[in-house]
């Protein structure tokens, strides 16, 4: 546990010594900052229609607003997440310091969840960034909490699966560009898997948008902590951190 | 302490280190010694158990490289060819990294860094950006990073290299001072920096075990004859490097005689002896009794260099001999398939 700590706080480290988390944090700030703004302006336009037309029934930010918004955060991320994790490996195996790593007392699952836990800080505190805007609509109003809780977590696992799959891609080359190319390929992938769905009702369409990680956080947007979704992200993480360790292990023998 | 037997190493095409096996006592420094591709690199991976060996076995402070690596880590600092450093972190702050990376106690390494950066002599840039670092610099901080937590096992991979001579001397000179209580094994294709640090020599030539010993054996083994230097003045007059030469040649037990350098008045030559002769003292005698001055008479040792040329030529030409040898054929199909 102490050597995964040592990994953690030296990647974590490096993010924000590097321009890269800044990046980051600002590409986050101003993209969901237009989409809040976006979901804001439309729910007022929306309510003052409403009032004009004389229903006066009182909406519900979570549902007009928070909800889309957790979505259109989930899509950031999948932009985001490559650039996060293609360095991990691929920058380490290019200027050599993986032989510094591999020759430590260190087990390569200690190396693996080390990264990982970093990749995920790093993303937890882009997707914090957004906690400005939530609170923004705490002073105008009262939306529920328990929703976006359970939102950030939907959002926090499957960043956390799609972290743990480009992970295992940067183990895979020098290259960190090629790294974040393949992530990015592989995420939107698991992204679109869904749209079968939409034309086809076969056992194999079911299996094949039961792998898209999108299916299984609408759920989380709603408010809906369901353990089967729950098993989905985590048996993700579990197989792409598996398979990062096997990566890092052939890589003594394909070396 | 360092115990390989029968070490192969092949990669997809070609075999990197084929049936290397040696071994190295506690407190030696090792020299590593064979051309550039000759698979130092490679078998100082497998020691570090960066790469698993194909066949045969390693074993380091008694534990194996493929059984028990983490205990062999832990035993081992290894410097690679290129210093594993991060260049965005500064030099305190990565010297740490790596302190609690190979397991020192948290509250020790904060006495260890300090240690090591005065014995590398880094002190200085503790807390400048590694990047910014020259090269000379860096190579000491990849350094201090393999002796940070006091390994038994030093294994450095070229840590001269990219040094100018005043680093290099004093690299030297640490490397030395760590012997004792470290063992050492350090690679090179520089041979005059085996003569000056190490105590035995291992050479490998294309992946294969050429020669190993002290460097004294293996100079004195292949040393048949004596070379000397002679330096000769004439006191009065003119001196005839003619009649030198015929009178150097007189001289019982000398075998070849070449002139160096002619000036009006003295000359230089070099003699050599036939095989298992002493001849220093009949060469002196010689030209004192001629009635010359004898400048300078000195022993011309034959430097690694010419025993790694003699070495590795020897291993060409028994080739077309062994191939006859029923064992090797098959060795070579193997190979081939």
């Given at each position: 546990m102490r050597n995964v700590m040592v990994i953690f706080k030296k990647e974590l480290k490096s993010y924000f010594a590097s321009p890269i988390a800044y990046l980051l944090l600002a590409i986050f700030a101003v993209i969901f900052g237009f989409f809040f703004y976006s979901a804001v302006r439309f729910f007022i336009l929306q309510g003052m229609q409403m009032q004009m037309m004389g229903r006066g029934a009182p909406m519900d930010v979570n549902e007009y607003v928070i909800r889309p918004l957790l979505t259109n955060a989930s899509v950031i991320g999948l932009f985001l997440i490559p650039m996060i994790t293609m360095r991990l490996y691929a920058e380490e195996k290019r200027s050599g310091t993986i032989e510094l790593l591999m020759t430590s007392p260190v087990r390569d699952l200690e190396i693996v969840l080390g990264k990982w836990l970093a990749a995920l800080v790093m993303y937890a505190s882009i997707l914090a960034v957004s906690g400005i805007n939530i609170a923004v609509l705490y002073a105008f109003g009262r939306p529920d909490l328990k929703p976006i809780l359970v939102g950030f977590l939907g959002l926090l696992l499957q960043g956390g699966c799609l972290l743990a799959i480009g992970t295992f891609i940067s183990t895979?080359?020098?290259?960190q560009i090629i790294a974040g190319g393949a992530t990015f390929a592989v995420c939107l992938m698991l992204w679109v898997l869904d749209w079968v769905s939409a034309y086809d009702q076969s056992a194999w369409a079911k299996i094949v948008s039961y792998l898209s990680v999108v299916t299984h956080f609408e759920p989380f947007s709603k408010g809906v902590v369901d353990t089967k979704d729950i098993i989905f992200y985590l048996s993700m993480i579990f197989f792409g951190l598996f398979l990062t360790t096997r990566s890092m292990e052939s890589l003594r023998w394909r070396a | 302490m360092i115990k390989v037997e029968g070490l192969t190493k092949r990669y997809a095409r070609t075999?990197?280190?084929?049936d290397i096996s040696f071994e190295v006592e506690k407190g030696q420094i090792v020299g590593f010694l064979g051309?550039?591709?000759?698979?130092k690199t490679t078998t100082m991976r497998v020691l570090t158990c960066f790469l698993p060996p194909t066949a045969g076995t390693a074993q380091v402070a008694g534990f194996d490289v493929l059984e028990q690596p983490l205990e062999v880590k832990k035993r081992i600092g290894y410097l690679p060819?290129?210093?594993?450093?991060?260049?965005?972190?500064e030099v305190g702050e990565y010297l740490t990294f790596v302190g609690k990376l190979k397991g020192l106690a948290t509250s020790d390494v904060p006495k260890r860094v300090n240690d090591v950066c005065d014995r590398c002599a880094i002190t200085d840039v503790k807390?400048?950006?590694?990047?910014?670092?020259?090269k000379g610099y860096r190579q000491r901080v990849g350094l201090a990073q393999a002796i940070l937590h006091n390994p038994d096992v030093l294994i450095l991979d070229e840590?001269?290299?990219?040094?100018d001579p005043k680093q290099i001397i004093e690299t030297r000179e640490l490397i030395r001072s760590l012997a004792g209580d470290h063992t050492i094994i350090l690679s090179t294709h520089i041979l005059s920096e085996v003569e000056h640090s190490c105590e035995r020599v291992v050479i490998i030539n294309q992946g294969k075990l050429v020669a190993q010993d002290t460097v004294i054996n293996l100079t004195n083994r292949l040393r048949g004859s004596e070379q000397v230097a002679l330096e000769i003045q004439a006191s009065n007059g003119n001196l005839n490097h003619a009649e030198v030469r015929q009178r150097l040649e007189q001289?019982?037990?000398?075998?070849r005689v070449v002139l160096k350098d002619t000036k009006d008045n003295h000359c230089a030559f070099e003699v050599e002896s036939l095989q298992g002769r002493s001849i220093r003292a009949e060469l002196a005698r010689a030209v004192v009794t001629a009635g010359w001055d004898l400048n300078e008479l000195r022993p011309v040792g034959f430097s690694l260099e010419d025993i790694f040329l003699q070495l590795t030529a020897a291993e060409k030409a028994n080739k077309p001999e062994e191939v006859g040898k029923p064992e090797k054929v098959e060795k070579t199909t193997e190979a081939g398939v």
């Open positions: 895979l080359t020098k290259n | 075999v990197a280190v084929d051309p550039n591709g000759a698979g060819e290129t210093p594993p450093l991060y260049p965005d972190m807390s400048k950006l590694i990047g910014k670092l020259s840590p001269t290299s990219g040094l001289v019982a037990g000398v075998g």
